[in-house]
């Protein structure tokens, strides 16, 4: 049965589709190729419902929180998220109906501060951001906060949505692993090394490299994670910090929400080459339903995009009226092209076909960007990119580890490496200003 959602996105499609049929004819047919909503009385589809009743599925990463302070300053009343979110302007795509709709049941709120903080107000803010997120689940019945995948799994059996913390962007420690082991103490379970820019002592994959990947503090940073039991987080970091943070590492590592660079050459994805050690390491890539890193053709549009506002701004210096319309003309002439869930599907594709299915997971970024692909368009949908992935032949016991059975093998494998390095050292004292 559709729910009012499910109806809702079928108007659209529908309407989206007759216009497309009077335009473009070529892409009305690739579109049909994908169906624009799930069938959810399909035998796929209602294999992937078991299966998710079955195996918590596991989200690497979700941006409430930070919604509530861009929204309202962290006014917690002021969005109501046992509410329909979809009626903010803009929509939200999150809310505790969805998460349930969408059968979650392990979700990693992402507690994130952007590197325009720095120094103290970073880890002012990032304090901040901790406090709105706990206060958050604390506030819903259907959330439980947990830290453990011994807990993740007691709550899931329970009938809660298990809450866990990652913290997204190393600045916010400000080169300090007292603040780190104090942010575990919160309930931190990751750190993402580095956000959109790179700092102190790692690069980021969308900044001019300062280290050639992680400086001798980094690597102590890693060191210092495993033995707390804080996986390490690689999305957002330049392939020279994944390589480094492989190196270092004694535990498996995460790309919380990554996709496959041999799909999207997007900066923001897995190079082949660290794909191919995640094997050994027992790590997972978190596949992300970002349309510009799942998507090339769109990714090559954005490029395009950006390079002819760079050409009107250089012919038009100081008439922005003139640089706008010569933008809408191009729109118009190039229309932005559409993300789907068989793209988010290609990527697992290719993880499972290069690596194998153990080291795949999901973070799907949800409320962290303004657009989705077609059939992945809130938290609701998970249940559709399972049944895709059951309608491409995946085993029922590769699909239980892409769900969350290989999330919660690193978490345990995680806690069992803390509580072996607990045992043979203490907390590191080491300084950003050490000698290297």
């Not at 590197?115 to 019945?141: K, T």
């Not at 769109?298 to 995009?305: D, H, V």
Request: one cysteine or more; hydrophobic letters at 40%; a negative charge.
């Amino acid at each position: 049965m559709f729910n009012c959602v499910n109806l809702r996105f079928l108007v659209m499609r529908t309407k989206e589709a007759i216009v497309m049929l009077k335009l473009i004819p070529v892409a009305i047919f690739l579109l049909l190729a994908v169906p624009a909503v799930a069938d959810e009385n399909s035998p796929e589809y209602q294999r992937a419902l078991e299966l998710l009743a079955e195996t918590p599925l596991i989200d690497g990463h979700n941006d409430v929180p930070w919604q509530y302070r861009a929204r309202v300053d962290n006014r917690i009343d002021e969005i109501d998220l046992a509410g329909d979110t979809t009626e903010l302007d803009p929509p939200m795509h999150t809310d505790i109906a969805r998460l349930q709709a969408g059968r979650v049941g392990g979700q990693f709120w992402s507690i994130f501060v952007p590197p325009r903080y720095s120094g103290d107000e970073a880890v002012r803010v990032q304090l901040e951001q901790f406090d709105i997120a706990r206060r958050l689940i604390e506030a819903h019945d259907e959330l439980k906060f947990v830290t453990t995948a011994d807990e993740l799994e007691a709550a899931f059996s329970d009938g809660y949505i298990a809450s866990l913390l990652g913290m997204e962007g190393g600045h916010v420690l400000n080169n300090s692993l007292a603040v780190l082991r104090m942010f575990h103490e919160l309930g931190a379970r990751y750190l993402t090394l580095t956000h959109w820019q790179g700092h102190d002592w790692a690069d980021a994959a969308t900044d001019a490299p300062r280290h050639d990947g992680l400086n001798e503090f980094g690597k102590e940073v890693v060191r210092e994670m495993n033995r707390l039991g804080m996986l390490v987080d690689l999305s957002h970091v330049s392939p020279g910090v994944m390589r480094d943070a492989l190196d270092v590492t004694e535990a498996p590592i995460i790309f919380s929400h990554s996709s496959a660079m041999g799909v999207t050459p997007h900066a923001r994805n897995v190079p082949d080459d660290v794909l191919d050690r995640l094997p050994d390491n027992g790590g997972i890539v978190m596949v992300t339903f970002v349309p510009s890193f799942v998507n090339e053709t769109l990714r090559q549009w954005g490029a395009n995009r950006a390079a002819e506002r760079g050409r009107l701004e250089s012919l038009h210096p100081g008439e922005p009226d003139k640089v706008e319309a010569g933008m809408d003309q191009w729109l118009q002439a190039n229309p932005e092209p559409v993300a789907t869930l068989s793209d988010v599907a290609d990527h697992v594709d290719y993880i499972r076909d290069r690596i194998g299915s153990d080291y795949i997971g999901i973070g799907g970024d949800y409320d962290g960007i303004s657009t989705l692909p077609k059939g992945l368009e809130d938290v609701s949908t998970y249940p559709a990119l399972i049944a895709e992935l059951v309608r491409r032949g995946y085993s029922d016991e590769e699909l239980a580890g892409i769900i969350g059975n290989n999330a919660l093998r690193v978490m345990r494998q995680a806690e069992a490496t803390a509580e072996r390095l607990q045992a043979e050292r203490p907390p590191s004292d080491v300084r950003i200003t050490d000698p290297e």
